[in-house]
């Protein structure tokens, strides 16, 4: 189980279902483009990037860990989306890497005088 937590097991399972088992099952589906871009990639794929940038500064993991859910995702988009869609990997790293360095706790002055 230790060699699980050290590869970061949870952030792996939630980049394969999330970034490629999800966007085949909606392509099998047939679903809307409103409903797929909506509220998929914008609500839904762009919460999981927000909660793995804060969950790994908070839990004090490494912060590569920031790639797999990008990366899994641009997996996904590319066997089952439109070529445009594959940007969102790239927006979603951006807003992970984002969230990770406006959760870190600052290390400097804690207040600037005037």
Same mark, same amino acid.
């Given at each position: 189980?230790?060699l699980?937590k050290?590869i970061?097991? +949870?952030y #792996?399972?939630?980049? !394969? ?8 099952? =909606?392509? $099998?589906?047939e679903?809307?483009a409103v ?10 794929n ?10 790994i500064v908070?839990?004090?993991? +490494?912060r #590569?860990?920031?790639l !797999?859910?990008?990366v899994?995702f641009?997996?996904?988009? =590319?066997? $089952?989306?439109?070529?445009?869609t594959w ?24 207040e600037?005088?005037?």
């Amino acid at each position: 189980m230790n060699l699980f937590k050290k590869i970061g097991w +949870p952030y #792996w399972v939630v980049g !394969i279902v999330m970034g490629v088992v999800v966007p085949l099952l =909606m392509k $099998a589906l047939e679903l809307s483009a409103v409903l797929r871009f909506g509220g998929l990639l914008i609500l839904i794929n762009g919460g999981i990037a927000i909660a793995t940038g804060r969950l790994i500064v908070q839990k004090h993991q +490494p912060r #590569w860990w920031l790639l !797999i859910w990008p990366v899994w995702f641009l997996i996904g988009a =590319m066997l $089952a989306w439109p070529q445009y869609t594959w940007a969102f990997a790239v927006v979603y790293l951006c807003v992970a890497y984002l969230t990770a360095g406006l959760s870190t706790p600052e290390t400097g002055q804690s207040e600037i005088k005037n």
